[in-house]
DNA sequence: CAAAGCACATGAGGCA
DNA sequence: TGCCTCATGTGCTTTG
């Protein structure tokens, strides 16, 4: 399975490229000398061009996600587009949940380690004892999972994985 | 800003449908009784209306992505198709980090409470006393962050957010 | 061969 | 007006 192409195509300009202008509706019409046709097709190759950028762009980015995508899970079925997105979302529910429930759990269960601590420090200091000091990490700076853990998304500067993204464009201009 | 459409814009049928076959390589003549020519133009139609399913799809699954991303990220930029895909894979990598390391800090930080707990316990052993006992959460029960954060990934079965998907593709068969 | 996925060209439409 | 995004129809390719 699997139907798509396996690599970028490497952009063979399909029928109406090299057979311009079928029948459209507009447009110039197709003269051997006519200024206006030329001009029109050249606007319309700079539009293709854009859009073909544009659309490798969007397949790169989930390509990216697929990659992205916890291995396992991505080897058991067939990654085309739509899987990859679906499995994209779920991914990122996972890891949200994930994130809140496990990281509560942790966080209470240090905080009654911590109370346990400072309960036998007690008992030990009313009993004219001292424990050898130990500098603990302080509890508050581990990061509260009760709020809403946001940072500054990290810029990934319009990353292209695929390196044939302007060459593609070649023809353009 | 945002020069996409706002909802679902359900399917005018653009000039090729109401004016089928135009110039193209394959496909039989149009003449008006061509059992040949209706029958491709029946395979067509089915598959365009296929195809228009499976965009439909990937469209309502970025869209999808795009809701679930952090909302004052997707608040201060434009939502396209593109710039969701980006922030998504950037959302799932600071996820994944912050998931790790932060996991792990805090694993840390319980173990040496966990070890302090041990230590002044022994103390107070030692000198004959002993602390009211008290049930502290097993710390290995606290999933292990430097194994890789792996479960099933939940089944959202095939759920599709924007209603209008069948209804776009009545026109079929 | 049928089914499904994909890239393409193209026109429509919004926004600066 | 020019630029950008989008949806559509269409042919090509691969898989079963």
Same mark, same amino acid.
């Given at each position: 399975?699997m /139907?798509? &192409?396996a690599?970028r @195509?490497t952009?063979v300009p399909?029928?109406?490229? !090299?057979?311009p202008v *079928?029948g459209s509706?507009? +447009?110039s019409? /197709?003269s051997a000398?006519?200024p206006?046709f030329? $001009?029109?097709r050249?606007?319309?190759?700079? $539009?293709n +061009? =854009?859009?073909?950028? &544009? !659309?490798?762009n =969007?397949?790169? *980015?989930?390509?990216e996600?697929?990659?992205?995508? @916890?291995k396992?899970?991505?080897k058991?079925?067939?990654l085309?587009?739509?899987?990859i997105?679906?499995?994209?979302?779920?991914?990122? *529910?996972?890891?949200?949940?994930?994130?809140?429930q496990?990281?509560?759990k942790?966080?209470s269960?240090a905080?009654q380690?911590?109370d &346990?601590?400072?309960?036998l420090?007690? =008992?030990?200091?009313?009993?004219?004892?001292r424990?050898?000091t130990k500098?603990?990490?302080?509890?508050?700076?581990? /990061?509260?999972?009760?709020q809403p853990?946001?940072?500054? =998304?990290?810029e990934? @500067?319009?990353?292209t @994985?695929?390196?044939?993204l302007?060459s593609?464009?070649?023809?353009l201009s």
């Amino acid at each position: 399975m699997m /139907p798509g &192409r396996a690599q970028r @195509p490497t952009f063979v300009p399909p029928t109406s490229m !090299r057979n311009p202008v *079928r029948g459209s509706s507009k +447009g110039s019409i /197709p003269s051997a000398d006519n200024p206006d046709f030329d $001009h029109d097709r050249k606007k319309k190759d700079i $539009h293709n +061009g =854009i859009e073909r950028l &544009r !659309r490798n762009n =969007i397949k790169d *980015r989930i390509n990216e996600l697929g990659l992205l995508l @916890p291995k396992e899970a991505s080897k058991e079925m067939k990654l085309n587009k739509g899987t990859i997105l679906k499995a994209s979302c779920d991914y990122i *529910r996972q890891l949200e949940k994930g994130q809140y429930q496990q990281q509560n759990k942790l966080e209470s269960a240090a905080k009654q380690y911590a109370d &346990r601590v400072r309960e036998l420090e007690e =008992i030990l200091a009313k009993n004219g004892l001292r424990a050898p000091t130990k500098v603990l990490p302080p509890l508050p700076a581990i /990061p509260s999972a009760s709020q809403p853990f946001r940072q500054e =998304i990290q810029e990934s @500067p319009n990353q292209t @994985p695929c390196g044939s993204l302007e060459s593609d464009c070649s023809t353009l201009s």
